[in-house]
């Protein structure tokens, strides 16, 4: 089983529409991330969370909101999805003790109409 | 603002090649430095790192070398396979992770 899972995996909806993607790990990791990826800018940190009660906003956080339900589980809000969130977005791990190695998800394609 | 800057792709080899993918940063401190690897449909892995200067990452026959002076990490391979075929990002690292900052990936296709 992977370590880090995403759902759903692929998501097409509405300019409008409240969509929430859902990250899991099992890594027992402290710290979680959620990146979006578009063509030719690499990936862009929306929000970290470095406990369940520690979660800041990245450089890209207008239009998202995040909830950490668990230790284990990040999830990530667009409240009223708009076309130019269209993208693959990602979920990583890391641990306290080794935070600059990140463990990424298979990751989200997420198509706004 | 943090920086890091890849050479475009898409880079086409044919298996056995000699491989370079370039990448310069800008960092106000002493970051630490990273290659990551994206299969087709998969989530990044990292690939190798480094933290300090003059340090050498390695893994499955890659390497990068962390060269403050020039202020790069370039990724080379003596022979690349067709399994190699993915996207390379580069990234850093300051505040130990707190904060990541990815190039733009560069695309490698290898050919048999």
């Known amino acids: 089983d992977a370590d880090v899972t995403q759902t759903p995996r692929n998501r097409i909806t509405k300019t409008g529409k409240r969509i929430m993607l859902e990250c899991s790990q099992t890594?027992?990791?402290?710290?979680m991330y959620w990146y979006r990826q578009d063509p030719g800018l690499g990936l862009q940190l929306i929000y970290y969370?470095?406990?369940?009660?520690?979660?800041n906003k990245g450089e890209i956080s207008d239009g998202y909101s995040v909830s950490r339900q668990a230790q284990a589980k990040f999830s990530l809000s667009l409240e009223s999805a708009i076309p130019n969130q269209t993208a693959l977005y990602f979920c990583?791990?890391?641990?306290?003790?080794?935070?600059?190695?990140?463990?990424f998800g298979p990751g989200t394609r997420l198509t706004v109409l | 603002g943090d920086s890091v800057t890849q050479m475009e792709g898409p880079v086409t080899l044919s298996e056995e090649a000699f491989l370079t993918i370039n990448c310069t940063y800008t960092?106000?401190?002493?970051?630490?430095l990273f290659w990551y690897v994206q299969y087709p449909g998969e989530g990044l892995q990292l690939l190798l790192k480094?933290?300090?200067?003059?340090d050498k990452g390695s893994n499955k026959g890659f390497e990068a070398t962390y060269r403050k002076e020039t202020t790069s990490f370039h990724l080379e391979k003596g022979s690349v396979q067709v399994s190699d075929s993915a996207v390379y990002f580069c990234?850093?690292?300051?505040?130990?992770?707190?904060?990541?900052?990815f190039g733009p990936g560069t695309r490698l296709s290898v050919l048999p």
């Open positions: 480094a933290t300090k200067a003059d």
């Open positions: 960092a106000t401190g002493y970051p630490s």
């Open positions: 969370s470095f406990d369940v009660k520690d979660i």
């Open positions: 990234a850093l690292s300051e505040d130990y992770g707190q904060n990541f900052v």
């Open positions: 990583a791990t890391s641990e306290r003790g080794s935070p600059d190695t990140q463990y």
């Open positions: 890594k027992g990791h402290d710290r």
